[in-house]
């Protein structure tokens, strides 16, 4: 019995494999993204735009963002992985064509404009950013992460990346929260305070996010 359901075991972890292989290899066309994102643009195409739930923060500039971290990030809140209403509720009316055609879509719509200035030295920040080895994941710059379905954080809206690590603390949330065992580490050995610290600070470095607005939205 012990054979038979360690054999059914193997199978099943192949089976499961080969899904997911095949779901990677889905490839995005940017052109047909663009005519998918009716329902990002309300939010994701006015600068400055603030959410209210579950406190109100800007919604994060996608543009420019590194293709496999949104497909990562949709697939996310499909599964419940992560806790959010309405996003969940869009990515679940997504495939994984629509879903690789958005991000190759927001992954290439950023448009060219002055290089910000250099972030300011900020010793407190720095000592935080050691204590979470943030660089080990997000890169040197935190604008070229070293895996491309992690996301790039240089320049993105500090209450946006404030409300995203305390995300990963939440627990025990039907609606709201981040299911991720090296974040949620990451996230606990910090006060909401120097959360706060990390967040403004990312926020001050140069990086390649933005807000594009469409013309409904100009």
């Given at each position: 019995?012990n054979?038979?359901l360690?054999?059914l075991v193997?199978?099943?972890?192949?089976s499961?494999?080969?899904?997911s292989?095949?779901?990677?290899e889905?490839k995005?066309?940017?052109?047909?993204?663009a005519?998918?994102?009716?329902?990002?643009i309300?939010?994701?195409?006015?600068?400055?735009y603030?959410?209210?739930?579950?406190?109100?923060?800007?919604?994060?500039?996608i543009?420019?963002?590194?293709?496999?971290?949104?497909?990562?990030?949709?697939?996310?809140?499909?599964?419940?992985?992560r806790?959010?209403p309405?996003?969940?509720?869009?990515a679940e009316?997504?495939?994984?064509?629509?879903?690789?055609?958005?991000?190759?879509?927001?992954a290439g719509?950023?448009?060219?404009?002055?290089?910000?200035?250099?972030?300011?030295?900020?010793?407190?920040?720095?000592?935080?950013?050691?204590?979470?080895?943030c660089v080990?994941?997000?890169?040197?710059?935190f604008?070229?992460?070293?895996?491309p379905?992690?996301?790039?954080?240089?320049g993105q809206?500090?209450?946006?990346l404030?409300v995203?690590?305390?995300?990963?603390?939440?627990?025990?949330h039907?609606?709201?929260?981040?299911?991720?065992?090296?974040m949620?580490?990451?996230?606990k050995?910090f006060s909401?305070?120097?959360l706060k610290?990390?967040?403004?600070?990312?926020h001050?470095?140069?990086g390649?996010l933005?807000?594009?607005?469409?013309?409904e939205?100009?």
């Amino acid at each position: 019995m012990n054979k038979l359901l360690s054999s059914l075991v193997v199978v099943f972890v192949a089976s499961v494999t080969a899904l997911s292989a095949s779901a990677q290899e889905v490839k995005g066309d940017a052109k047909a993204g663009a005519g998918k994102i009716a329902m990002c643009i309300g939010c994701h195409g006015i600068k400055g735009y603030q959410a209210s739930f579950p406190e109100v923060y800007k919604v994060p500039m996608i543009s420019g963002q590194g293709e496999k971290y949104i497909a990562a990030a949709l697939h996310a809140y499909q599964k419940g992985e992560r806790k959010h209403p309405s996003m969940r509720g869009i990515a679940e009316g997504l495939n994984d064509q629509d879903i690789a055609d958005v991000s190759a879509y927001y992954a290439g719509s950023a448009q060219p404009g002055a290089a910000p200035a250099a972030a300011p030295a900020n010793a407190k920040a720095a000592e935080l950013v050691a204590k979470g080895g943030c660089v080990a994941c997000h890169g040197d710059n935190f604008n070229k992460p070293i895996d491309p379905s992690y996301p790039k954080v240089a320049g993105q809206y500090a209450d946006y990346l404030f409300v995203a690590l305390k995300s990963y603390k939440a627990e025990g949330h039907t609606t709201w929260g981040r299911s991720n065992g090296i974040m949620a580490g990451i996230a606990k050995q910090f006060s909401n305070n120097e959360l706060k610290t990390l967040a403004n600070y990312l926020h001050s470095l140069p990086g390649d996010l933005q807000t594009v607005p469409q013309h409904e939205f100009k």
